[in-house]
Each structure stands twice: as structure tokens, then as C-alpha cells.
């Protein structure tokens, strides 16, 4: 059950990062009065001119090589959160944080 809460706080920290990254090259590049209304892939376009194919063929092809249909992990669970606000990242990574901290708390009193 620690496992469990270790994973799921790293996770919460994962994606706090991310959401705190985004939204500050956000405020950079849009402006501190669009960022609330960006998405995560709308600050990528902004920032580099190649486009997410890239990425999503170094993610299929290095991460889910051993898959029967390597596309499956793109298209359902990365592709979504890149359609998602860095805040709303950020508040997902805020939950899953506490309730990893309160699994953690539930092991040690096991």
C-alpha cells in the first residue's frame, strides 16, 4: 500500500510540474490575461513550430513499442490532457497528491 501512495503522490508532483510549466511559458508567450483560457496544446503551438507528430511518434515508438497497437496510449490517455488547461492539470495533480498523502497515512497505520 505504500508502493500505491508513493506512485500516486510521485504522479500528483508529475503533474503539478507539468501544469506549472505550461502555465508559465503560457504567461510568457500569450500574456497573463489569456493563459486562463489556453489549453495545453495551444502553448505548444505557440512555442515551437514543429508540430506534436513528433512527439507522438517518439512516445509510440520508444514508450509503448511493446504494445499490439502502440497508438492506443496517445490517442486515450495523452492526447486528452493535452486538450485540458494547466490549471485544471493542476488541480488533478493537487488531488491525486492528497490522496496519496492520506493512503500514505492509512499504510503507516496498518
Do not use: C
Not at 23 to 51: C, M, R
Not at 81 to 92: D, N, S, W
Amino acid at each position: 500500500m505504500t508502493a500505491l501512495a508513493l506512485g500516486v503522490q510521485g504522479l500528483g508532483l508529475l503533474g503539478l510540474a507539468l501544469a506549472v510549466i505550461a502555465f508559465l511559458i503560457g504567461i510568457v508567450v500569450l500574456g497573463p490575461a489569456q493563459i486562463f483560457a489556453a489549453t495545453v496544446d495551444e502553448i505548444w503551438f505557440y512555442t515551437n513550430p514543429y508540430s506534436l507528430d513528433l512527439f507522438q511518434v517518439f512516445i509510440e515508438r520508444k514508450l509503448f513499442f511493446w504494445l499490439p497497437n502502440p497508438t492506443d496510449p496517445w490517442f486515450n490517455v495523452i492526447r486528452p490532457l493535452l486538450f485540458l488547461r494547466p490549471v485544471t492539470i493542476g488541480l488533478a495533480a493537487v488531488i491525486l497528491f492528497a490522496v496519496g498523502r492520506i493512503l500514505r497515512r492509512m499504510s503507516r497505520r496498518l
